[in-house]
C-alpha cells in the first residue's frame, strides 16, 4: 500500500465519504492533529500507523479503514476522532465486533480520554413521524451495539447527524421536476434576472472568504480565520480525487453569492454557502445548486449531499430555515448514527467534558469578534 492508494481503499469501502481522504487528515495536520492511518484485513490482520507506506497490504484485501486523527488535550492526554468512519460494512456482526474491539483496545493503549467516531450508519429516512418515515433496523442495531459497549451519546457531535440527499441518476428533467414548484420558479426567475454561475478558481478564495465571513456575521454562525478556510479549499482544489470547485454567482460582474462542491466517491457534498445582502431577490442561491447539482453530475457524482439537517424537525431548530430551503430542492432526509464517544477512564472523560464546553465558548466569542473586524474591515 503505497501513499497514493488511502484514497483508493478509502473509495471501495461502503460509504466513502471525503472527510476520510488523506487530503482531510493533510489539513487538519496543519492545525494541531496527528493523522493515523488503520486497517483491517479479510484475513484478520489489524494495523494502524502514521504513515501510509505500507508494502505488505493488499487493497484488494482490506475490508475496514480509518482516517483517525489525534490531538493532545489536558497538557498529557489525547483524544481521538475518526470523522465519518470506521468505513465498512456495518451490517457484518463479526467485522464490526474485529473493528470495534480493536479500536478500544487502540484507545486503551494510547492513553486516549475518548475516541470518538461517526459513521454514516442510517437510522431512518424521511421527517420523523411523516407518512416517508422509514426506520433501518440495521442502524438500530448497530447503536444498540454501542451502548451495551460502553459507547456513549457524544455532546459534541461535529458533523451533522441529518442530512439531506439528492439523487442524481435520473436525468435532469427528472431531478428538475422533483424540486416544489416553488423551488423551479426560483431557479429559472435567476437565470431571468441576469444570475451567472461561474466557476471559481484560486484568485477567487479571499473574496470568498470576506463572503463567508459576511455571512457569518450576518446569520449569527462562527466560522474559523481566514488561513484555516483556504488550506482546506486550496487542498481540495488543487487535487483531483477528491476535488473541491467553488461556483460563483454573480450580477453584472458582481459576486453575490457562493457554495463549494466537494466532490469524491461518486457523492458531491454542498459544504460551504456564502452570499450577500445585495441582488437576493433575485434568487441566486436556487440557481447556484442548480449549477452544482448538474456539475456533480456531470462529474460522475450520483447523489449530493446538502450537509445538514434540523436535530428536530419544527421551527424550534435552528436550522428550520435553511432546511425549508433545502426541502424544496428535491431530496430525501437521511438521518444517521451522529457520534459515539469511547471512554477508558469515565473520570477523565467526564472532566474534559465540563472543562472543553468553556473553553470552547470563550474561543467561539474571540473568534466570532475578529470575524466582525474581517467584516468591518473588508
Not at 49 to 56: A, H, I, K, L
Not at 163 to 191: C, F, G, P
Request: charge should be positive.
Amino acid at each position: 500500500m503505497t501513499l497514493s492508494s488511502w484514497n483508493s481503499i478509502v473509495s471501495t469501502l461502503p460509504d466513502p465519504h471525503f472527510l476520510q481522504t488523506y487530503e482531510w487528515g493533510q489539513v487538519k495536520a496543519k492545525y494541531g492533529w496527528v493523522p493515523y492511518y488503520a486497517v483491517w484485513t479479510a484475513n484478520g490482520k489489524f494495523t494502524v500507523s502514521q504513515t501510509t507506506e505500507n508494502g505488505s497490504l493488499d487493497i484488494g484485501d482490506i475490508v475496514a479503514a480509518a482516517l483517525i486523527l489525534k490531538r493532545t488535550a489536558l497538557r498529557r492526554f489525547s483524544i481521538f476522532y475518526a470523522p465519518k468512519g470506521p468505513l465498512m460494512d456495518w451490517t457484518n456482526e463479526s467485522l464490526r465486533k474485529r473493528v470495534l474491539d480493536d479500536l478500544q483496545s487502540f484507545a486503551k493503549k494510547q492513553g486516549a480520554i475518548f475516541l470518538k467516531l461517526d459513521p454514516d450508519v442510517v437510522l431512518g429516512r424521511g421527517v420523523p413521524a411523516s407518512v416517508d418515515e422509514v426506520t433501518e433496523s440495521s442502524g438500530q442495531a448497530v447503536r444498540s451495539d454501542l451502548r451495551r459497549r460502553g459507547w456513549v451519546e457524544s455532546s459534541d457531535q461535529i458533523q451533522f447527524c441529518n442530512t439531506v440527499m439528492v439523487d442524481l441518476s435520473a436525468s435532469e428533467d427528472e431531478i428538475l421536476m422533483r424540486m416544489k414548484q416553488k423551488t423551479r420558479y426560483n431557479v429559472r426567475l435567476a437565470e431571468k434576472k441576469g444570475v451567472v454561475v461561474r466557476v471559481g478558481n484560486l484568485e477567487d478564495l479571499p473574496a470568498l472568504y470576506k463572503m463567508y465571513a459576511e455571512t457569518s456575521v450576518r446569520d449569527g454562525f462562527v466560522i474559523r480565520d481566514e488561513g484555516y478556510y483556504l488550506t482546506v479549499w486550496k487542498m481540495f482544489m488543487q487535487s483531483s480525487e477528491p476535488s473541491a470547485v467553488p461556483l460563483i454567482a454573480e450580477v453584472d460582474g458582481e459576486a453575490v453569492a457562493a457554495i463549494f462542491l466537494f466532490m469524491f466517491a461518486g457523492r458531491g457534498y454542498y459544504v460551504y454557502g456564502m452570499s450577500r445582502d445585495k441582488h437576493r431577490e433575485k434568487m441566486p442561491t436556487y440557481l447556484l445548486q442548480w449549477v452544482a447539482m448538474k456539475h456533480a453530475k456531470a462529474h460522475g457524482c450520483l447523489t449530493y449531499d446538502l450537509w445538514g439537517a434540523p436535530d428536530v424537525f419544527d421551527e424550534s431548530d435552528s436550522m428550520w430555515g435553511v432546511y425549508r430551503f433545502k426541502e424544496g430542492l428535491g431530496g430525501e432526509v437521511v438521518r444517521t448514527l451522529g457520534a459515539y464517544d469511547f471512554a477508558p477512564s469515565k473520570f477523565w472523560y467526564a472532566m474534559y467534558s465540563d472543562v472543553m464546553p468553556r473553553v470552547l465558548n470563550f474561543m467561539r466569542s474571540r473568534g466570532k469578534e475578529k470575524t466582525k473586524q474581517v467584516v468591518g474591515g473588508a
